[in-house]
Nanobody, 126 residues
């Protein structure tokens, strides 16, 4: 599967933005998907993940209550709605997908056997 992340940009603290991860090449509903981010000088971390069906989700503690992950398998797209953005959310955001994976597989910053999309930059100004 090929992944294309988009939607990043510059936003003021407290603002909102929605990232999209569009997939092509395989049956997208057979993939668990996660969003990850990497800030300058920091390791990549898991932000959120969603199961193949969309029923199960995972959020990092730092984004719980502010970010919402969702998917539209008919459109082969996973979204990350980000609200109440903070300067510490500034990072390059990546999406990744794992064939017949689980939400648990997408935890941590280095999931195995996943396809990665290119990153999209989010900058939150104070």
């Amino acid at each position: 599967v090929q992944l294309q992340a988009s939607g990043g940009g510059l936003v003021q603290a407290g603002g909102s933005l929605r990232l999209s991860c569009a997939a092509s090449g395989r049956t997208f509903s057979n993939y668990a998907v996660g969003w990850f981010r990497q800030a300058p000088g920091k390791e990549r971390e898991s932000v959120a993940a969603i199961s193949m069906s969309g029923i199960s989700t995972y959020y990092a503690d730092s984004v719980k209550g502010r970010f919402t992950i969702s998917r539209d398998n008919a459109k082969n797209t996973v979204y990350l709605q980000m609200n109440s953005l903070k300067p510490e959310d500034t990072a390059i955001y990546y999406c990744a997908a794992k064939f017949y994976g689980s939400v648990q597989d997408m935890g941590g910053g280095n999931p195995t056997n996943v396809a990665w999309g290119q990153g999209t930059q989010l900058t939150v100004s104070s």
